[in-house]
């Protein structure tokens, strides 16, 4: 069974930084690209960033762009989005999620909320 | 950037047919892909590549694609598909190529 768990987030102040985690397994992590989609309170489906399966393939939305840097560890299993320069706009359940193009397996999110 | 533009709301009785429309500049020649939300839950993806279904989602579930508009339709619609609806695409000849709808709420009468 696909599972996805993300992991890291919590309450940070603007300005600040955190870095979230996915942990990956019931399949071949090192075979699919993944990504990081984010929804801000009670708002729609951000997509924020993917990563191809080598890594050799990123890309990012416009909006965090210079401020989140997305990894992966294919050993470990695992998906990373370091977030920096958090601002308040920031603020969203953020989700992994699987696959190339059409996103088949998510995560549950982990909520990030920047505040003072 | 591609611009994916979705009606906030739909309402349908139940037994009734759901059309859910996602428009976009020559949508047609891109894979749209559509997702359901519930609240509290992450998205699921209930078509993918304009009209096919992943295993595990009802046959009510289709979808089409041509021209600049992409639609979702539910048949026989059931108070359990009462949820959002977000259609999404790959936009490969992009720098930022994952590209979401606004969302439609589809509301069971």
């Known amino acids: 069974e696909v599972q996805l768990v993300e992991s890291g987030g919590g309450l940070v102040k603007p300005g600040g930084s955190l870095r979230l985690s996915c942990a990956a397994s019931g399949f071949t992590f090192s075979s699919y690209s993944m990504n990081w989609v984010r929804q801000a309170p009670g708002k729609g489906l951000e997509w924020v960033s993917s990563i191809s399966s080598s890594s050799s393939y990123i890309y990012y939305a416009d909006s965090v762009k210079g401020r989140f840097t997305i990894s992966r560890d294919n050993a470990k299993n695992s998906l990373y989005l370091q977030m920096n320069s958090l601002r308040a706009e920031d603020t969203a359940v953020y989700y992994c999620a699987r696959d190339h193009s059409a996103f088949g397996y998510w995560g549950q999110g982990t909520l990030v909320t920047v505040s003072s | 950037s591609y611009v994916l533009t979705q009606p906030p709301s739909v309402s349908v009785a139940p037994g009734q047919t759901a059309r859910i429309t996602c428009g976009g500049n020559n949508i047609g020649s891109k894979s749209v892909h559509w997702y359901q939300q519930k609240p509290g839950q992450a998205p699921v993806l209930v078509v993918y590549?304009?009209?096919d279904r992943p295993s595990g989602i009802p046959e009510r579930f289709s979808g089409s694609n041509s021209g600049n508009t992409a639609t979702l339709t539910i048949s026989r619609v059931e108070a359990g598909d009462e949820a959002d609806y977000y259609c999404q695409v790959w936009d490969s000849s992009s720098d930022h190529p994952g590209v979401f709808g606004g969302g439609t709420k589809l509301t069971v009468l």
């Open positions: 590549d304009d009209s």
